[in-house]
């Protein structure tokens, strides 16, 4: 069965500091790896996604993730962290070759201090 | 992203009862899933449909059912509602062959 675990369920970090958000995963094949935001009261955004080849991935906002297999771990990185970063962050895992029943992890709440 | 609009955003129900909670996909998107999202907790699947049948379920009991119709909209239905349904429920729809789906706001789902 696969599954998504976020160690830390808070953090907190001052304005321009960096920002690493941790997540581990256990799947069977060649996973399909996610990182969502959530607003308060809104759904979640896409930020990133990690299907195969490069193991840094970019995405939006300013967000890339590493993938690395030894250590089933996909973690999220940010340089210098913005005030309107604070929202909850979701890591989530999927089947090879699609995204459909997206495993998520309990996800980890940024606060940012200004 | 926008496109993926629930109804209602929340509402409360008494346990025992029954609720239909609904989603308004944009053109196209021909695959929707289903979260149940609990307080603290990350989205949990409950099922997908694609092209109105049922194409995946996760863990739920058959009291949670869905619809899908031909105008890209889709229904979530939960009957004898329990106390642990409270939660937010997700709606995410994507066009076909694309793995990037794009989700409602949610419904707030209380149920005393």
């Known amino acids: 069965a696969q599954s998504v675990t976020q160690p830390d369920i808070h953090i907190t970090v001052s304005e321009g500091a960096s920002l690493e958000l941790r997540c581990n995963y256990s799947?069977?094949?060649?996973?399909?790896l996610f990182w969502y935001v959530q607003s308060p009261g809104q759904g979640l955004q896409l930020l990133l996604k990690?299907?195969?080849?490069?193991?840094l991935v970019q995405g939006i906002k300013g967000f890339e993730a590493e993938f690395k297999r030894s250590q089933s771990s996909f973690n999220l990185r940010k340089p210098s962290v913005h005030w309107s970063d604070a929202a909850e962050y979701f890591c989530?895992?999927?089947?090879?070759?699609?995204?459909?029943?997206?495993?998520f992890g309990s996800g980890t709440q940024l606060t940012v201090l200004p | 992203e926008t496109g993926v609009t629930q109804s209602p955003t929340h509402l409360i129900k008494t346990r025992g009862q029954q609720v239909t909670l609904r989603c308004s996909s944009q053109?196209?998107?021909?695959?929707v899933s289903w979260y149940q999202q609990a307080l603290g907790q990350g989205p949990q699947f409950i099922f997908q449909?694609?092209?109105?049948?049922?194409?995946g379920r996760g863990n739920f009991p058959p009291r949670f059912s869905g619809l899908q119709f031909p105008n890209y909209s889709s229904e979530l239905n939960v009957n004898a509602l329990e106390l642990d349904d409270s939660a937010l429920y997700l709606c995410?729809?994507?066009?076909?062959?694309?793995?990037?789906?794009?989700f409602g706001s949610g419904t707030r789902l209380t149920v005393v």
């Open positions: 995410a729809s994507s066009l076909p062959a694309t793995d990037r789906y794009t």
């Open positions: 799947y069977g094949a060649t996973p399909y």
């Open positions: 990690y299907f195969s080849g490069d193991t």
């Open positions: 989530a895992v999927g089947p090879s070759g699609s995204a459909r029943q997206l495993t």
């Open positions: 053109s196209g998107h021909n695959t």
């Open positions: 449909y694609y092209r109105e049948e049922e194409n």
